[in-house]
């Protein structure tokens, strides 16, 4: 998507020089947009380890391109050896991170394949690339699919504004492109249908207030930043038409975690007859799971996180206390909203029920027994 | 209630010097405890105005207080024509506080019925006096009833812990003593009842963070701050006993305008069967109104506080901005809780349903037409 009028993608190849990767680092935003060269395999493990690149697509595609920079940098005679230790490397950058596994496999299933050195630089650089394509693609259609719902509330509505209430990040900055629910808000957007995105502050890491609200403000797409306690009031109000958020995990049957705070909406949205959908790619399912509430392991996070809150001042980035520091907190990284309140899921083949039916109308090959 | 081990209340007489009134500035609260003295109807202006005093029943005991300050400062040939204009300036001082019009008709009451100066000065201590203890009075009296649902839950569990969840400050900062949603909790506390609080944030303002867990803190009752988007997730897994919160205006039919945010709660609730109170003193309802989503106006406040943060760092209380400094944000007040989503109602009269029946049955006065 554009920054600055600018088109972007999160991750790249340096024009000038196809040996180093470039990146985003998406910590310093939204109050400083730099960009990383990752040169080597250490350069990009700590680009997830620490953060600078962040949500599912994008940790893939960083490591997509992880195993292509340790291929340019690994001693020729025992490449297959010294590439298996990197994705081992890699691997444990972010252990919880599936699409880190999966990219680090794939590239080392290509490897396997070599028999030169030169024939797996050229795998692996090919390869990356087909990663990182595959994410744009897949939230492309998923912005194909969610735009008819925004196009349809819009021709209903005459052509008023549609408003549309996003939680946390499932923007371009956590894939390639597109992103998950903001996809088919750029797509509508950019056909040109009035849209205006309420967007959730997202506390404690205020995701939402940082980086959704910097996308959105990059393509120049209408939005307001609201404490995330507002939601329901706007929604008693008649001030949302429709509220779509991305997942972390979707359960086979339709039961889907995603940043706390995640389900009070969806409860205001289903008392209020909004549609509340979840978009995602079909690598976030987990079709191992049937109930979500009771299966998911919420991950607790460092209590630091709520007790002090960063933000810039004096042209730099800062730490502050905001709460008495001899009170306890608890941070909670997610919470699971129940199928019943999710009105359909926007994946890249389509739209679906949130139930083990719908989903197994457009993924029939994961219910065979 | 208890600071460092002291009783204190949060508005008094200076111990040593009787024209002196004494109140806790509550903006520096939990960073700085500072006590401030009111010599005159213009600190006592200010006090308000600038919300070193906030909460309905604090302010009205602060106009109270006021009225005796000017009383003492007055010419005493015109005393009355003085502090006719002493309360007018009063009123203004946040001409939305009903509780502050109370406390000064009251006086100015008082005033009308003295016939020499000396008679004025003693009435005004007096009735400043009484405006103060009837709201000290009025929260233990919620306390007592509201602690009868937090014994029987705690009987139910067989004495293990009950836990709490709060939002915004109803605490007894927000009064005199007590608090409103606070006292039940208070009393259960202090009666050897093992209780815990999750205590929320309670953005953008931070009330939860700042003034509830620095209350709890000092009187030594166990809380744990959590951010506002947690609730539901605690509630899905059974942390959560009660929600007590207090409220800004009921309605006759027992809809609750409260701080942004408590209506997400009150849904979270009841889809998880929690039992949901609000605490009010008498003088929170509002008569005049029956559907309270619809007639009560909510009030938005300025962006700032949405956009800028304040927290504590080098011995300073400093503000920094925490999202792109070009997006739009809102803020609205508080929302409203309809009455289906509310347990019941606990005031100093008792406990009732939140509904024109139930509150009838406490108050039937004030239904006669």
């Given at each position: 998507m554009k920054i600055d009028g600018k088109h972007y993608r999160t991750i790249w190849i340096h024009p000038q020089n196809p040996k180093i990767v470039q990146i985003i680092d998406q910590r310093k935003l939204p109050f400083q947009f730099v960009i990383k060269d990752l040169e080597d395999l250490e350069s990009a493990e700590k680009a997830i380890s620490d953060m600078l690149v962040r949500g599912a697509g994008l940790i893939g595609a960083t490591a997509g391109y992880g195993m292509y920079l340790a291929a340019l940098n690994v001693n020729k005679k025992h490449?297959?050896?010294?590439?298996?230790?990197?994705?081992?490397?890699?691997?444990?950058?972010?252990?919880?991170?599936?699409?880190?596994?999966?990219?680090?496999?794939?590239?080392?299933?290509?490897?396997?394949?070599?028999e030169t050195y030169e024939e797996c630089v050229n795998a692996t650089l090919k390869t990356a690339g087909e990663i990182t394509d595959e994410d744009a693609n897949m939230c492309r259609m998923i912005g194909e699919h969610g735009f008819?719902?925004?196009?349809?509330?819009?021709?209903?509505?005459?052509?008023?504004?549609?408003?549309?209430?996003?939680?946390?990040?499932?923007?371009?900055?956590?894939?390639?492109?597109?992103g998950s629910a903001t996809s088919p808000i750029y797509k509508a957007h950019d056909a040109g249908i009035d849209v205006h995105v309420w967007v959730d502050e997202t506390r404690p890491r205020n995701?939402?207030?940082?980086?959704?609200?910097?996308?959105?403000?990059?393509?120049?797409?209408?939005?307001?930043?609201?404490?995330?306690?507002?939601?329901?009031?706007?929604?008693?109000h008649g001030l949302v038409d429709i509220v779509?958020?991305?997942?972390?995990?979707?359960?086979?049957?339709?039961?889907?975690?995603?940043?706390?705070?995640?389900?009070?909406?969806?409860?205001?949205?289903?008392?209020?007859?909004?549609?509340f959908y979840i978009a995602l790619p079909s690598s976030t399912f987990d079709w191992a799971i049937a109930d979500g509430v009771n299966e998911i392991p919420v991950e607790q996070r460092d209590g630091r996180e709520v007790k002090y809150m960063s933000g810039f001042k004096d042209g730099a980035e800062q730490e502050f206390l905001i709460m008495p520091e001899g009170s306890n907190v608890a941070n909670y990284g997610f919470d699971v909203t129940p199928s019943r309140l999710i009105t359909g899921l926007i994946t890249e083949r389509g739209i679906c029920d949130a139930s083990e039916d719908g989903i197994k109308t457009i993924f029939p090959e994961k219910y065979i027994m």
């Open positions: 490449f297959i050896k010294e590439l298996l230790n990197a994705g081992e490397i890699l691997k444990n950058s972010r252990p919880t991170a599936v699409n880190l596994q999966w990219a680090v496999e794939r590239q080392l299933a290509e490897i396997e394949k070599c008819k719902i925004i196009e349809k509330i819009s021709r209903h509505r005459n052509g008023e504004t549609v408003n549309i209430l996003t939680h946390c990040n499932a923007g371009w900055l956590a894939f390639v492109d597109y995701q939402g207030a940082r980086l959704t609200a910097w996308e959105l403000l990059e393509h120049g797409v209408p939005h307001t930043v609201i404490p995330d306690n507002a939601g329901g009031h706007l929604m008693q779509i958020t991305g997942a972390d995990r979707v359960t086979k049957t339709g039961d889907a975690a995603n940043k706390i705070g995640t389900y009070l909406k969806a409860l205001a949205a289903m008392d209020n007859n909004v549609p």
